[in-house]
T-cell receptor, first 112, second 110 residues
Framework: DAGVIQSPRHEVTEMGQEVTLRCKPISGHNSLFWYRQTMMRGLELLIYFNNNVPIDDSGMPEDRFSAKMPNASFSTLKIQPSEPRDSAVYFC??????????FGPGTRLTVL | KQEVTQIPAALSVPEGENLVLNCSFTDSAIYNLQWFRQDPGKGLTSLLLIQSSQREQTSGRLNASLDKSSGRSTLYIAASQPGDSATYLCAVGWDDKIIFGKGTRLHILP
C-alpha cells in the first residue's frame, strides 16, 4: 500500500480564496483524521470520521472550515474563505478502528 | 479538562546513551496512548501504541510504558544513535478525543 496520500503537498494562496485539501486513506482503514500543526499550538485534531461519518468536529476552528468524506477512499478539508492565520501544515491520518494511526506527508498551506 | 504535557521540550544527549522521554496526562480514563516520531518537514511515524489495558510495549531499542493511575507514559530509547534525532510526540486517546503533546525535540550528539 502507498500509505496515506495527501494533495497538494504545498499550497500558496491569497487571503479570501477557497482552499481544498485532499486525502486518500489506506485501503481497509475505517477511521480518518484531519490535523493541523503550527509552531504555536502544536498538533491539533480538527475532525475525524468513522466509516465515512463525522464523529467529532469540535476541533474545527470556525465555520470557514468544512470536511467531507463521500466514500471510504477519499476525504476533503475545505477552507472558505482562507485567512493568513490558517497557514499551517495539515495532516491526514487513517487507522483501522482504534489501532495505530498512519499519517500522510501533510499539506503545507500558506495564506498570504 | 484533558491535557497532555511533554517535558522537556528539547533534549540533547551524546550518542550511545540510554534516555527517557516523558508524557503526562490528566484524566486517567484513557483509551490508548501512542508515541510518534516526526522528522523535520515530514509527517508523523507511529512508534508504539499502548492500549489502556497494557502496561508497556517494546519495539527494538524502544520501550514505552504506561501508568494510568499516575497519568504518565515514558518512552525509553536504548543505545541512542544520531538517526534517533527527531521530535517525539505522544498522543493520548479518550473516548471522545485525541490530544497530542507538544513533543520533545531530541538531538543525539555524534
Amino acid at each position: 500500500d502507498a500509505g496515506v496520500i495527501q494533495s497538494p503537498r504545498h499550497e500558496v494562496t491569497e487571503m479570501g480564496q477557497e482552499v481544498t485539501l485532499r486525502c486518500k486513506p489506506i485501503s481497509g482503514h475505517n477511521s480518518l483524521f484531519w490535523y493541523r500543526q503550527t509552531m504555536m499550538r502544536g498538533l491539533e485534531l480538527l475532525i475525524y470520521f468513522n466509516n465515512n461519518v463525522p464523529i467529532d468536529d469540535s476541533g474545527m476552528p470556525e465555520d470557514r472550515f468544512s470536511a467531507k468524506m463521500p466514500n471510504a477512499s477519499f476525504s476533503t478539508l475545505k477552507i472558505q474563505p482562507s485567512e493568513p492565520r490558517d497557514s499551517a501544515v495539515y495532516f491526514c491520518a487513517s487507522s483501522f478502528r482504534a489501532d495505530t494511526q498512519y499519517f500522510g506527508p501533510g499539506t503545507r498551506l500558506t495564506v498570504l | 479538562k484533558q491535557e497532555v504535557t511533554q517535558i522537556p521540550a528539547a533534549l540533547s544527549v551524546p550518542e550511545g546513551e540510554n534516555l527517557v522521554l516523558n508524557c503526562s496526562f490528566t484524566d486517567s480514563a484513557i483509551y490508548n496512548l501512542q508515541w510518534f516520531r516526526q522528522d523535520p518537514g515530514k509527517g508523523l511515524t507511529s512508534l508504539l501504541l499502548i492500549q489502556s489495558s497494557q502496561r508497556e510495549q517494546t519495539s527494538g531499542r524502544l520501550n514505552a510504558s504506561l501508568d494510568k493511575s499516575s497519568g504518565r507514559s515514558t518512552l525509553y530509547i536504548a543505545a541512542s544513535q544520531p538517526g534517533d534525532s527527531a521530535t517525539y510526540l505522544c498522543a493520548v486517546g479518550w473516548d471522545d478525543k485525541i490530544i497530542f503533546g507538544k513533543g520533545t525535540r531530541l538531538h543525539i550528539l555524534p
